[in-house]
């Protein structure tokens, strides 16, 4: 994928402004949709099992969020995802914490054996506990892991039938065949919580507009890896507050230029 499709896209969703269905988490939910509104896209976060039917009948991508999991938003989840696969909608899955609890995991099986999920993005931990592999885990983050990353990404893709996105230091993004790395990013994300969220939320855009969806993740991973840069280095020395409030700055404001100078990705 050249940067080029990256400019693209990022053109076409900002044209577009394709509606997000936002199943996710209480802690999240408002820098979510404030990320998405400053992306260009529309957020809607309806969670209520009686509507997500309808919602996600007419939405341009589900973002399926695991954060704050109970028996009814998983049951949402589930209903929201049945119906955007029976319309050719895309799916998108955060399974946040999957290997924490055995609640979890066992409710992340549920979901993918009942919904079909276009991508799924997570920490190495969760997308190696998703697929029954070892590795640590504490609360939602990655524990210390000395796997490996591009295997595992490799290993899951093909196992799920999807496109897994395994993010960290390097991000990797693989459908089974084909496998990229974007090394765009800033540890400051970090130190902000919902940024893998929101990050989730961002691919969801970018897969409303493109049904390559190994391409769509790529280029969503890029523009917002190169957006925390900039968004850093703005904010050097302020503190994750300041960076959080320049970050939404910069997911309105990256262009394309921004993205040709500080974009780093590449096939593996």
């Given at each position: 994928?050249?940067?080029s ?21 209480i ?100 997308i ?29 893709a ?8 395994v ?38 855009a ?18 917002y ?9 703005k ?34």
């Amino acid at each position: 994928m050249e940067k080029s499709k990256v400019h693209a896209l990022l053109k076409r969703v900002r044209e577009i402004n394709p509606l997000i269905h936002n199943i996710t988490n209480i802690v999240v939910a408002n820098f979510s949709a404030n990320g998405l509104l400053a992306l260009g896209a529309s957020p809607v976060m309806a969670d209520a099992v009686e509507e997500v039917d309808e919602m996600a009948k007419s939405a341009d991508a589900v973002v399926l969020n695991m954060g704050t999991l109970n028996r009814e938003s998983l049951e949402a989840m589930i209903v929201a995802g049945k119906s955007a696969n029976e319309q050719g909608v895309p799916v998108i899955l955060d399974p946040v914490g999957v290997g924490a609890t055995s609640y979890r995991t066992e409710a992340a099986s549920k979901l993918i054996n009942e919904v079909k999920c276009s991508i799924i993005r997570g920490n190495a931990a969760e997308i190696a506990n998703l697929i029954g592999e070892k590795w640590a885990i504490k609360g939602v983050d990655a524990g210390n892991g000395n796997g490996d990353v591009f295997a595992l990404s490799m290993a899951a893709a093909k196992k799920l039938k999807t496109v897994v996105v395994v993010t960290g230091k390097e991000d990797i993004i693989s459908d089974g065949q084909s496998t990229n790395s974007v090394q765009n990013g800033h540890f400051i994300l970090t130190k902000v919580t919902g940024t893998g969220c929101l990050l989730s939320a961002i691919v969801g855009a970018f897969a409303a507009v493109e049904n390559n969806y190994l391409d769509a993740a790529t280029a969503a991973l890029v523009f917002y890896g190169v957006a925390a840069e900039i968004a850093a280095n703005k904010t050097d020395e302020q503190g994750p507050g300041s960076f959080q409030i320049e970050f939404l700055n910069q997911l309105s404001l990256v262009s394309s230029s921004e993205i040709d100078l500080y974009g780093s990705f590449h096939t593996k």
